[in-house]
């Protein structure tokens, strides 16, 4: 399996906080990886740092075999790497299709643009019914939804998707973990951040669990959901 991403031995500060005390994970080409961990573990810090938003004062970053470590942001966007942050923050005034429109702005060709619309489209129907519809009125399982197409419209090869569950109700929750299954399927490599370790779980082939910046337990989904650990600390009885 080619490797998407690798990262060693991160080292994140925020003065004198220190969010990332050596942290190291990867992701392979196809698959599902989810990042595990309590409020302040420091999974969000560690997409800031993939994503180039936070600096790391050691170790490295290796995206598709380039080290990205200190690359600014919008390449890292250009290589294919993209961040569905935490709280979805959709453009409410603008109608679905527009936000959807949005997520091509790094793409020079309007034809793939409004070609990977479509194919959001087919992904999530229910985006396709309410195409004209403001963002502002989508219901929150929909806006993860919008969130997770306009991302899937700048054509990424990994996407990070930070707490896709938070705030739905666990059939919605359902529903956009079948939605990360299909955008997987259909070829994108997802690192998945979230709090919801039962339903991240559900659907990564690997998982990291991490504490106070480090990686404490790592394996396929199947070891996780097994280790007495994971089971008393974050999938409760
Ligand atoms: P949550 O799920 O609550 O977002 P998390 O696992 O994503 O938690 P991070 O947000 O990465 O955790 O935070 C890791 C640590 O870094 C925490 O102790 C947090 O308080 C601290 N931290 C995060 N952002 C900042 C910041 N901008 N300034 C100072 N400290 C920060």
Redesign the pocket.
């Known amino acids: 399996m080619n490797t998407v991403l690798d990262i060693h031995g991160l080292e994140?500060a925020?003065?004198k906080?220190?969010?990332?005390r050596g942290l190291g994970l990867t992701v392979g080409e196809g698959e599902i990886v989810a990042l595990l961990?309590?409020?302040?573990?420091?999974?969000?810090?560690?997409?800031?740092a993939i994503s180039g938003v936070?600096r790391s004062r050691a170790g490295s970053v290796t995206a598709f075999g380039e080290n990205i470590t200190a690359a600014p942001p919008w390449s890292i966007v250009e290589r294919g790497i993209v961040h569905v942050p935490?709280g979805r923050r959709i453009f409410s005034r603008l109608t679905v299709h527009e936000n959807l429109q949005l997520g091509g702005y790094t793409v020079p060709d309007t034809r793939s643009i409004d070609r990977r619309i479509e194919q959001v489209y087919d992904l999530f129907p229910r985006m396709a019914e309410r195409r004209a519809q403001q963002g502002g009125t989508l219901s929150g399982g929909e806006q993860q939804m919008l969130a997770i197409g306009r991302a899937m419209v700048a054509g990424p090869r990994l996407i990070m998707l930070?707490?896709p569950s938070m705030g739905l109700a666990p059939l919605v929750v359902a529903q956009v973990m079948d939605a990360i299954v299909a955008i997987n399927r259909a070829g994108t490599s997802v690192l998945l951040?979230e709090?919801n370790a039962r339903a991240a779980l559900k659907i990564a082939h690997r998982g990291y669990v991490?504490d106070s910046?480090r990686v404490t337990v790592t394996g396929s989904a199947a070891e996780l959901r097994a280790d007495p650990h994971v089971v008393e600390a974050y999938l409760g009885a």
């Open positions: 994140v925020y003065g906080v220190e969010a990332l961990g309590n409020n302040g573990a420091g999974k969000s810090t560690t997409v800031s936070v935490e930070d707490e951040i709090q991490i910046g």
